[in-house]
């Protein structure tokens, strides 16, 4: 598949372990605030009841899950320790947990919903993620994953590219962490086509795999039901 392989988990984890104190203010600026309403939009395509329980990979200080807690019954995982510190002091109601995508530690079917929010493209394996999520999915349930892909018009990626190339290693430089947020305007390369993504999706026993552009297709909303 042509785009650039993800680094380690090691060094995902030691990165995002460094970021963590400037990382939630961080993403507001880089993304103009609309971070917020594209992790709304994706809980809008996350289906719940009471008591369903939902699995929030990649959770990170847990901004996504936290929106969901009360409703539904919410794990979130993460690979870095110090983002896990982190969301148990800033989030109630959400039970956190240690551990990675390519072997999670949950028995199959016990989530009705697995979601995500600008995890995807630090995944080394994405076929191995899925079949992982789809292992841990029970029939039926939803999956709702957000990340940033750029638009695919050229008269936007053009300014979107400048933008994100520029801004995101100053504020970077700003905050102490310049190659960590050097390796984010990076990152993009290393996701596939959304379409190729759909694809993973459904060979790992999701159906109905989707995927939509928001804000002029500078993020992609993928959601599949397992199958």
């Not at 600008?118 to 029939?139: I, K």
């Amino acid at each position: 598949m042509n785009f650039r392989q993800a680094p380690s988990e090691r060094r995902v984890e030691r990165m995002f372990d460094d970021i963590v104190d400037r990382y939630d203010i961080v993403n507001d600026l880089l993304s103009l605030g609309l971070d917020r309403w594209w992790r709304r939009a994706t809980l809008k395509a996350m289906p719940s009841r009471p008591g369903d329980r939902v699995l929030d990979f990649g959770c990170g200080t847990g901004a996504l899950g936290n929106e969901l807690a009360g409703r539904a019954n919410v794990i979130g995982m993460d690979l870095s320790q110090e983002m896990l510190v982190a969301a148990r002091r800033r989030v109630r109601g959400v039970r956190f947990v240690r551990g990675s995508v390519f072997a999670l530690p949950f028995a199959d079917g016990v989530f009705r919903g697995v979601m995500s929010a600008f995890v995807l493209r630090n995944l080394y394996d994405l076929e191995q993620a899925a079949e992982e999520l789809a292992r841990v999915t029970a029939p039926g349930g939803a999956l709702a994953i957000v990340d940033i892909t750029g638009p695919r018009s050229a008269w936007l990626r053009k300014p979107f590219d400048a933008y994100f190339s520029t801004v995101a290693p100053l504020l970077g430089k700003v905050t102490g962490q310049e190659e960590a947020y050097r390796y984010l305007s990076k990152s993009l390369a290393q996701l596939p086509e959304p379409r190729v993504l759909c694809d993973i999706l459904e060979a790992a026993g999701f159906r109905m795999a989707r995927a939509r552009g928001l804000s002029g297709g500078m993020v992609t909303l993928w959601t599949a039901i397992r199958a």
